[in-house]
């Protein structure tokens, strides 16, 4: 350790020289090595939010910051995220991003942090207020659960109201059944909550036939919804899944079982992931809520750039002092095209 930082000190002196005899202001900002450490690269949604993040990272170069980029997948291991903050840390980062894994159990991460002064933004996996108040150098990028639910029960309700062959049965209710995220994520229970009760203050009577949890996973709902089709038959009207691969997965069990398209429920998720976006626009999908990936890892190339150069701060707004939250957007058939070229 003491080595580790004595060199830094001779990097930081000769930095200064350099920068010194080229005549540069040596207030610029320093070198910026950014250690990103991910929950599950191969979640879809985070997988295309970890390019947008890189892209953003690799674009400072660009403007002329360097910026270097280490990415570490956890592969669902809160231990072994552990061990890639830590040596993330010794490998020289000077921010950390950080998408928990177990979003209760940020403690040692954050006493690593705090021990070698690296300031740290978590995000797309909200930790609890309590932890984010363990100190001060703590940052959250993300989004508001409750408004996607919302949206999705709005998306819902407009097509429920538009089209009365959702009510296959005609009985005036809608049969739905509910695809859930990992249990104790944020996402998961506030957007489930969230579409319900906006579909019945829309005014939609609704009738919950089942549920079934399967984090995110195409594959895992796949199995859980032919297990309700299995329980249902034909009765499922409405598909709620927390997020867009868990609808496709709800697709795939219906393609996989050969049911033809009049007994067909309508689906909706949530993400605007690129495969939630093309069956939106092969109408397979009603409608997603787009989760903004682009902006979040805009707003997280910015703040990082601001921590360690401790400039532009004051510039940004933040809720709670910490907290950035980008808006979703709703998508149906008539925008998901915008989405998919857009950004
Ligand atoms: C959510 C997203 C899910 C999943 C999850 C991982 O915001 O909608 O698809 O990626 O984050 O934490
Ligand atoms: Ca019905």
């Known amino acids: 350790m003491k080595i580790k930082k004595y060199m830094a000190g001779m ?74 903050v830590k040596a993330l840390i010794e490998e020289g980062s000077n921010i950390l991003c950080i998408n928990l894994v177990d ?14 002064n690296i300031p740290v933004i978590f995000f797309n996996r909200e930790p609890v207020a309590e932890d984010m108040m363990q100190w001060e150098q703590l940052y959250y990028v993300g989004a508001k659960a409750k408004q996607s639910g919302v949206m999705q029960g709005e998306l819902a309700a407009e097509r429920i109201r538009a089209d009365s062959r959702v009510d296959r049965n005609r009985d005036g209710k809608i049969q739905y059944v509910v695809l859930e995220g990992e249990p104790g994520h944020q996402d998961s229970i506030i957007r489930t909550e969230n579409a319900v009760d906006t579909l019945k203050n829309e005014g939609i009577e609704l009738e919950k036939l089942s549920y079934g949890i399967a984090n995110w996973n195409r594959a ?23 997020n867009d691969d868990m609808a496709l997965g709800a697709i795939d069990a219906y393609a996989k079982l050969n049911i033809t398209e009049s007994a067909l429920p309508v689906f909706f998720g949530i ?73």
């Open 11 to 84: 990097l930081i002196l000769s930095g200064a020289l350099l920068l010194g005899a080229c005549g540069k202001r040596t207030d610029e900002p320093e070198e910026i090595y950014v250690g990103v450490a991910c929950y599950n690269e191969s979640d879809v949604f985070i997988g295309e939010l970890i390019d947008c993040l890189r892209e953003q990272l690799n674009g400072l170069s660009e403007d002329g910051l360097q910026t270097t980029v280490t990415i570490r997948d956890a592969a669902g291991s809160q231990r072994t995220q552990n061990d890639q």
């Open 103 to 116: 979003r209760a159990d940020p403690s040692e991460i954050i006493d690593l942090a705090r021990e070698n």
């Open 220 to 242: 895992q709902a796949q199995n859980r919804m032919m297990q309700m089709i299995g329980q249902h038959s034909n009765e499922i009207e409405l598909v709620l899944a927390n």
């Open 271 to 343: 993400d605007g992931t690129d495969a939630g976006l093309k069956a939106v626009m092969e109408s397979q999908l009603a409608g997603t809520v787009y989760n903004d990936k682009e902006g979040q890892a805009a707003a997280m190339a910015k703040l990082a750039v601001a921590l360690v150069s401790g400039e532009g701060l004051e510039k940004m707004e933040f809720e709670n002092g910490r907290y950035i939250y980008l808006p979703y957007y709703k998508i149906t058939i008539d925008n998901a095209a915008d989405f998919l070229n857009f950004f």
